[in-house]
């Protein structure tokens, strides 16, 4: 069973991680420009690659 606390920290980890990427879209979008899709694109392989042990 899943305590009250740890959903309230995994909800609180992903707001940040959200926020953390908002502010990374504004800093990529700004710098790169036509790129960013490119860049979205490659983060999701990783992230996926990552949560199956294949890094």
Not at 8 to 27: C, F, H, N, Q
Request: charge should be negative; glycine fraction near 6%.
């Amino acid at each position: 069973m899943v305590e009250a606390d740890d959903l309230l920290k995994l909800v609180l980890v992903l707001v940040v991680i959200w926020i953390g990427l908002e502010v990374l879209d504004a800093v990529v979008d700004l710098a790169l420009g036509a790129f960013d899709s490119i860049i979205g694109l490659v983060l999701v392989i990783l992230i996926i690659l990552f949560l199956l042990d294949r890094i």
